[in-house]
């Protein structure tokens, strides 16, 4: 009965139910008009035909495209509304604006050392292509002096994270999509407190739908209390004008402007294995200490102007202020940002590079797999040009319905001789990708299409360091604890499965 009560009186149940609300009253609205009137009908028949039309040129994925024009063509009227409510990022345009103005204020800030450039270009053209994409079509610059230490669990990154957090002695920067209250949000938010009372600028952005489940509503004004500088990015509210489909996904952490983490993993307890929920959950993450931290700043201090909009003199938080002496290096690292404000998929297409580019090997690591018709075919070729193609999902889902859809694009990978794993152990949640013993990728880009199309998100791109190594190690002991799928087991599951698989297949983009 608890249980029930406390479901009942969640933030997310009373907005779902709410919104629901708000859907079948103007859904009843357009139809009792109907039924006085075929013009009404006819007009929204006419409505969708032309709605179809629009999305159909519009420059989004077709798998996008696809999946709005059955739904209003099938239904029109309710396709119509859902649409008109639901399918639009009007998140995206309202801060669209804002976030161009406070890029071109932080341009003069933000330049690539062009010996760095030159330098990875003398070393490696192909890597230097990589990154150039990165640089021109995600803002963000190429960076050596700079050490990378990568994390296999989140149990030992929770360790580091709390003794950098305790030598912060100016600035501490948070930006995470889940916050939840438990021994590791606790830990660090004593840390937090007494930083800020310190005199230490203790800034952090949440993702309130993130952390619908998981945090009071307007949870940034206890924090306020505290001395915390808060912001919450979206808010949640119960009305049908707002859009959850942009969420700020992004995990970083930065100290003193000289060392930040990124990775899969949340300030939740799950990611440190201190609470079970699917059994063992594994996750990653990258420490960096240099030059590179300076992307993380920038990134979460663009977050932060546009959500708060206030203004931030950035040279003050570079990586050399609170740091003077030199930095030590290990390659070549690039954290960036993707972004649903602008028509590029950045998150997708640094992945596609290091697939078309793989000579030897790429091994990826997601919790869900629900790609487009472009990794599909990346993925294939590769594997069919001798290319090592292994990619490891969860054996526990999370979520039932995205695993029952992940398994779905098994059979098609299987048969180009891509080879899958699951994780037995539990729920995989990390991020990867590794390729050649040279690239790696870290961050918190799933291969789905929230991920790659709808959400903010973050990762680091590094080249010839030591967590590529690093990565590639942890990747080939977890294909030890995880069973290899075979198209016999892709070609067992009953009529029922596929059925729904393929239904799911068909909506993929909305999920």
Not at 177 to 201: S, Y
Not at 217 to 244: D, S, T
Not at 308 to 321: K, Q, S, W
Request: with cysteine.
């Amino acid at each position: 009965m608890k249980k029930i009560i406390d479901l009942i009186s969640s933030r997310l149940f009373i907005t779902i139910v709410a919104v629901l609300l708000q859907l079948i009253w103007i859904f009843a609205m357009v139809l009792g008009l109907g039924a006085f009137s075929g013009y009404v009908m006819n007009a929204m028949s006419l409505l969708s035909l032309i709605l179809v039309l629009w999305i159909v040129n519009k420059r989004i994925n077709p798998s996008y495209k696809l999946a709005w024009t059955i739904l209003i063509l099938a239904v029109p009227v309710f396709g119509v509304i859902v649409y008109l409510l639901l399918g639009q990022s009007r998140v995206a345009k309202k801060m669209m604006l804002e976030s161009e103005m406070v890029v071109r204020r932080i341009r003069n800030y933000f330049k690539e050392d062009t010996g760095t450039r030159k330098e990875l270009e003398r070393m490696d053209e192909g890597a230097s292509i990589q990154s150039a994409y990165i640089r021109d079509y995600a803002g963000f610059p190429l960076h050596k002096n700079t050490t990378t230490k990568y994390y296999p669990v989140g149990e030992e990154m929770f360790t580091d994270m709390i003794e950098d957090l305790e030598k912060a002695e100016h600035f501490i920067f948070l930006e995470y999509f889940i916050i939840n209250e438990g021994r590791m949000w606790k830990t660090i938010l004593e840390i937090l407190e007494r930083k800020a009372k310190q005199g230490v600028d203790v800034r952090l952005v949440y993702d309130d739908m993130g952390c619908v489940n998981t945090l009071p509503a307007r949870y940034y004004k206890k924090l306020q209390e505290k001395g915390i500088k808060c912001a919450a990015f979206n808010p949640v509210r119960p009305i049908l004008n707002i859009v959850l489909n942009n969420r700020d996904h992004r995990k970083i952490l930065v100290v003193d402007g000289h060392t930040g983490y990124t990775g899969g993993i949340n300030l939740a307890d799950e990611y440190i294995n201190e609470k079970a929920r699917f059994g063992h959950w594994k996750d990653t993450g990258i420490r960096l200490c240099g030059e590179g931290v300076w992307n993380l700043t920038v990134m979460f201090l663009q977050m932060w102007s546009v959500i708060t909009r206030t203004t931030t003199h950035l040279p003050a938080y570079g990586p050399y202020i609170y740091h003077p002496e030199e930095f030590e290096t290990d390659g070549f690292v690039q954290p960036y940002g993707d972004s649903p404000l602008d028509s590029e998929t950045v998150g997708e297409n640094v992945y596609l590079n290091m697939i078309n580019q793989a000579k030897e090997y790429v091994y990826i690591s997601t919790p869900y797999l629900i790609i487009d018709n472009e990794m599909m075919t990346a993925l294939c070729l590769a594997s069919k040009k001798g290319v090592d193609v292994r990619i490891i999902t969860p054996a526990i889902p999370d979520k039932k319905m995205v695993f029952l859809l992940t398994q779905s694009y098994y059979s098609q990978l299987v048969e180009a001789g891509v080879k899958i794993y699951e994780y037995t152990p539990g729920f995989i949640h990390a991020k990867n990708f590794v390729c050649d013993d040279e690239f790696a990728v870290v961050g918190t880009i799933n291969l789905d299409y929230r991920s790659l199309y709808l959400h903010f998100e973050c990762a680091a791109w590094m080249y010839k360091c030591r967590a590529v190594g690093q990565v590639k190690e942890d990747m080939l002991e977890t294909f030890e604890k995880c069973r290899q799928i075979d198209l016999e087991f892709c070609r067992s599951q009953n009529i029922f499965r596929r059925g729904m698989q393929s239904i799911l297949r068909l909506f993929a983009p909305m999920l």
